[in-house]
């Protein structure tokens, strides 16, 4: 293993990080698996399984969809945004770690755990340094608007979202509707000094998962008293218009009489000097460390929805239980399957069926207990299969089965000719990436700050790539958004890595009607299509300025997506029965 220089080393160490062998032996997992994060797992499409901290049960620690810069803030808890330098990729590839702890394992021993680690396996070695980054300064204007606190025991921000576009459900929650105005979030804050001010404001300056520290300089003492609104951007959805949008910099300044500076100022990072992808796992291990899913529920209860049922429901309990309520049979299937619309065929005598409704709840079955547990001093020994970490995976997985049986439901795979996309380039506008800065995408605006979603908040979708080929954004433009739904192959031509961003408004049909997208979208990827035997969109230009992901590339990028006919897999239904089997 590599060791890194004693004055870099030093440095580790006095920030808590000493990635290196150490004369002491250090904690290790008992044995570790790591490997490309797949884009399916028994089928089970696996995007969003990143998770902030680890999976830590039954003597298993897993880490999934981590890039080699979320290990590292896992590992030493330094931000993300204060980790700096290393190779281009740090960001980007994405890896599961799943590991086997001794018994007796604390957080504090995990963390060391996972420190060596990446010392062993991503030969990643680091230093402290000192460097400007981006900051705020919260400062006081010439009348501040907020009095003096009246109750010093009730300290706090509390919001409440409102506005044209949100309405109060009776069971609480909110039914949001871009289409109808602004979303607010109002804020009551009372009994706050400037610094919890400037603390509470680091969360609503920061963006692309980065934070932003905002310090105090208004040099008023005390406790205060004051309300403000933001516009909310929920879920990428914001108000249709650009009446009425309020960002954290104009409410901050117009209605509490402050103001937020940028400013630069000098903070404890962590630097990267080197890092190599992970060596490969050592014989038997990654069979070794496999897991099992649960074949079926324990127990199932399904019945047909009442007529005239509103208010879907898609929820996944602990373990894998789910709570579905009025979700049609579709639904199901094309989540249960990771599929399209469009990639599941079906009989015209079939749409009764598949447009009923059912509400499921069922009961996983319980965990069985994991063999071989060790403490420190046992030696590495294969465990066999533990339990899923991940339930989501385990809850369609078994929904599969309850389908299958319940339903009566079989189908089969083949290969048919249908729509799907090619990138080309029209007039590409795209500035040249800088070689060594890192390949990332992030939801919010590249590094100048620039955010278009503020003066045309109907385009919600704001995403960042940074030093990106065109191989690259064709495999991340699949279900980014409508009507991009199927694999895109990059026909452009165009050689190199590129900086740029795309702005659209998510919520839009496959051609640009604006509309509600039901629990899951179409499937898992969004709604559905003529071909899917959905109802055609609208191609009427949209009054408030939304734009479609297709027209955003081809509008910002210069570059533009082709429909063609080529064969994709799909799955094929052969059967299956509207009423299901009895409880």
Not at 500 to 519: D, K, Q
Request: net charge neutral; aromatic share 6%.
């Amino acid at each position: 293993m590599r060791r890194i220089p004693a004055a870099l080393a030093c440095a580790a160490v006095i920030g808590g990080l000493a990635y290196t062998q150490s004369p002491e032996p250090r904690p290790a997992f008992a044995m570790v698996d790591i490997h490309a994060t797949p884009a399916t797992s028994g089928g089970v499409v696996r995007i969003g399984v990143f998770r902030g901290a680890p999976y830590v049960a039954g003597g298993r620690y897993e880490l999934r969809n981590s890039s080699l810069l979320d290990l590292i803030n896992q590992a030493d808890g330094t931000d993300p945004e204060k980790i700096l330098g290393g190779p281009n990729w740090l960001e980007w590839d994405r890896f599961d770690v799943n590991a086997k702890l001794p018994a007796g394992s604390t957080p504090e021993t995990q963390k060391l755990r996972l420190q060596n680690l990446l010392a062993e396996r991503f030969k990643l070695v680091v230093h402290n340094d000192t460097r400007d980054l981006q900051a705020y300064v919260l400062t006081a204007g010439k009348t501040p608007k907020i009095k003096q606190a009246e109750n010093p025991g009730d300290n706090g921000c509390r919001g409440q979202i409102g506005g044209p576009g949100a309405t109060a459900m009776p069971g609480g929650g909110f039914r949001i509707d871009p289409s109808a105005g602004p979303i607010y979030n109002t804020f009551t804050c009372h009994s706050m000094t400037m610094d919890a001010l400037a603390t509470f404001l680091r969360g609503q300056v920061s963006q692309n998962g980065s934070v932003s520290p905002v310090t105090d300089g208004t040099e008023l003492k005390g406790a205060w008293d004051f309300e403000f609104k933001i516009s909310l951007r929920l879920g990428g959805l914001s108000g249709g218009s650009t009446d009425g949008t309020i960002t954290v910099f104009d409410a901050v300044e117009k209605q509490l009489g402050l103001k937020l500076t940028a400013t630069k100022v000098p903070l404890q990072v962590l630097i990267v000097d080197g890092a190599q992808k992970p060596t490969p796992n050592g014989p038997g291990v990654t069979e070794a460390m496999a897991v099992e899913h649960p074949k079926e529920f324990e127990v199932a209860d399904v019945k047909p929805s009442e007529p005239g049922g509103r208010g879907g429901r898609l929820q996944i309990t602990k373990g894998g239980g789910v709570n579905f309520q009025n979700l049609p049979l579709r639904l199901l299937i094309n989540n249960a399957y990771a599929l399209q619309n469009n990639t599941l065929i079906t009989k015209p005598e079939m749409d009764a069926a598949l447009q009923s409704s059912y509400t499921i709840l069922a009961k996983p079955p319980a965990p069985s207990a994991n063999a071989g547990l060790q403490n420190e001093s046992t030696p590495a020994v294969p465990v066999g299969p533990m339990i899923s970490p991940d339930d989501n995976e385990s809850a369609w997985l078994m929904m599969r089965a309850l389908l299958e049986d319940r339903f009566k439901l079989k189908m089969h795979k083949e290969e048919r000719p249908l729509t799907a996309w090619k990138l080309v380039a029209v007039k590409p506008k795209m500035k040249k990436a800088d070689p060594s800065e890192r390949m990332r995408t992030a939801e919010g605006p590249a590094a100048d700050g620039k955010d278009p979603r503020t003066a045309m908040p109907s385009r919600s979708r704001l995403v960042m790539f940074q030093n990106v080929t065109m191989d690259q954004l064709a495999d991340k433009l699949q279900g980014l958004g409508a009507p991009v739904n199927t694999p895109v192959i990059n026909a452009t031509g165009l050689e190199g890595s590129y900086d740029f961003t795309i702005n659209f408004s998510p919520n839009l049909g496959p051609l640009g009607a604006a509309g509600p997208v039901p629990p899951g979208g179409g499937g898992r990827g969004g709604p559905a299509g003529p071909e899917a035997g959905g109802p055609m969109a609208s191609d009427a230009a949209e009054p408030n300025g939304a734009i479609t992901l297709s027209e955003a590339i081809e509008q910002q990028l210069g570059l533009k997506l082709v429909e063609e006919k080529r064969p994709v897999t799909v799955y094929v239904l052969d059967h299956v029965e509207a009423q299901p089997t009895e409880n």
